[in-house]
């Protein structure tokens, strides 16, 4: 087939499909029943330039567009050396080559690695139904034979995070202060702005004070749309309107800020956010929630249904009473829950009287998550310039307080810093020295 050079030139001309790429979009019924993938992280190892280039392919499609997907060569070993070091995506996808023993051994040390909560597809080139059997009753959600069309995968991604019966993809955490002004939104936009960058996760923010929110001055955001919008018309919230409203602060942390006007009132009823809650865990990981100080049917309602409770608190006698009187309340409302964690912030306030961290959280029955130090000059930069302590000074103790905190709230294991030696590792050394 020649084709017409006049018009090659017209403006919108497309080349002719390939013919590897009409087959690989032909007849795809189901590409049209694929609705859009949350916010999820995704990371590929292929073993294949076939396998790579599909998986590029789908990384353009725009039913991945709210979604991270990273592609590298490599398969389970590639899989193994990264994990062993990071934390898990979402999602990991492995490409496989050859027989069983092979690829579930090596699927048992990635496995080693794997956060709670990661799933894992792979792709392999041997059609056998005991092995798929075995892999799924391994933990393993997916197994598709190569090669394996860009459909194939967006849409076995797909079965997993937009099936109605599954899980909810996202983990809620409310941060709330037990005493006005102790702190606990300056700890909420730290300790999500730390879960965003360590893990690699997407966190959504959502400001829950309306009135006088500050989360949009702390991340230097401006948005015309925030959780106003997004309580005000439940009609139309949706995943798509809430895409539409959010603000991206920076690659994986999102933002709805406060109004933080006072033209109105907000009087929420018990209920107001209750939709906007499974609508943004519906769709990301993380969710913070920063709740502000009162005590009304909705902020009860609020705490009694997230995933996490965050406090905040001051080291004196009234933030103790109320941490008492919260921690108390939430024990009732959520006996079967993890408790709250403690964050004690403005702590060591120069010739200030305070209680000692340790009996102030031994007085609740908690643990001290983190000590605060008072430190005004470098809180108040940070709010001044709109930053957050990790990105003014990335290597102070507060930064890496801030990260720990990241740590116990994202549900995950603590991610190995120095390279640990595996299990078989260690096992196969205890092996060498029995032998
Ligand atoms: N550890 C700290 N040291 C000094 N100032 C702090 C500290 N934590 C918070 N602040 C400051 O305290 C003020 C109140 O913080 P905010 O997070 O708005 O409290 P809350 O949300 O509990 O009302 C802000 O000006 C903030 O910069
Ligand atoms: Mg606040």
């Known amino acids: 087939m020649s084709s017409n050079p006049d018009l090659k030139d ?15 979009y032909a007849g795809d019924d189901e590409a049209m029943h694929i609705g859009s993938i949350p916010r999820i992280t995704v990371q590929g190892f292929c073993l294949t330039e076939a396998t790579m280039q599909v998986a590029e392919a789908a990384m353009e499609d725009r039913r991945m567009a709210k979604a991270h997907l990273k592609v590298e060569m490599g398969g389970i070993p590639g899989a193994i050396q990264t994990f062993e070091q990071a934390p898990t995506p979402n999602l990991i996808i492995v490409e496989t080559s050859g027989q069983r023993d092979d690829l579930v051994s090596g699927l048992d040390r990635l496995a080693e690695f794997c956060d709670a909560g990661t799933k894992v597809i792979v792709i392999g080139d041997v059609n056998d139904v005991t092995l798929y059997r075995d892999l799924i009753s391994r933990g393993v959600s997916e197994y598709l034979i190569a090669p394996v069309s860009v459909f194939q995968l967006i849409g076995s991604i797909g079965n997993l995070y937009n099936d ?181 912030n403005k702590v060591n306030v120069p010739k200030r009287p305070e209680i000692k961290p340790e009996e102030f959280a031994g007085a609740l029955g908690l643990k001290v998550q983190a000590a605060v130090p008072f430190e005004p000059q470098l809180f108040g930069t940070a709010a001044n310039n709109g930053q957050m302590i990790g990105e003014l000074d990335g290597k102070h103790a507060i930064t890496g307080m801030f990260e720990d905190l990241a740590q116990s709230i994202s549900g995950k294991v603590q991610p190995t810093k120095a390279a640990r030696p595996s299990l078989s590792a260690l096992l196969s050394k205890l092996k060498r020295k029995a032998g």
């Open 164 to 344: 109605p019966e599954a899980e909810p993809l996202g983990r809620t955490i409310a941060f709330f202060g037990v005493k006005g002004g102790c702190g606990s939104s300056t700890v909420a936009h730290n300790g999500a702005w730390a879960l965003a960058r360590g893990f690699q996760s997407e966190v959504a923010v959502a400001d829950l004070d309306l009135p006088f929110g500050t989360a949009g001055l702390d991340y230097n955001q401006d948005p015309l749309q925030g959780v106003f919008d997004a309580v005000s018309a439940p009609e139309r919230l949706d995943e798509t309107y809430l895409d539409r409203i959010l603000s991206k602060c920076n690659d994986h942390l999102s933002l709805l800020a406060a109004p933080a006007t006072l033209e109105r009132t907000y009087d929420h009823s018990e209920k107001t956010f209750e939709l906007l809650l499974e609508t943004m865990r519906s769709s990301t990981p993380h969710v913070v929630l920063d709740v502000p100080h009162a005590w009304n049917a909705w902020v009860k309602h609020t705490l009694e249904s997230v995933d996490e409770v965050v406090l905040v608190a001051e080291p004196d006698l009234a933030n103790l009473r109320n941490a008492k009187n919260t921690v108390d309340m939430l024990k009732q409302l959520r006996p079967n829950d993890r408790l709250p964690h403690l964050v004690l």
């Open 10 to 24: 017209m403006p919108g001309y497309l080349e002719p499909m390939s013919e590897a790429a009409e087959q690989q």
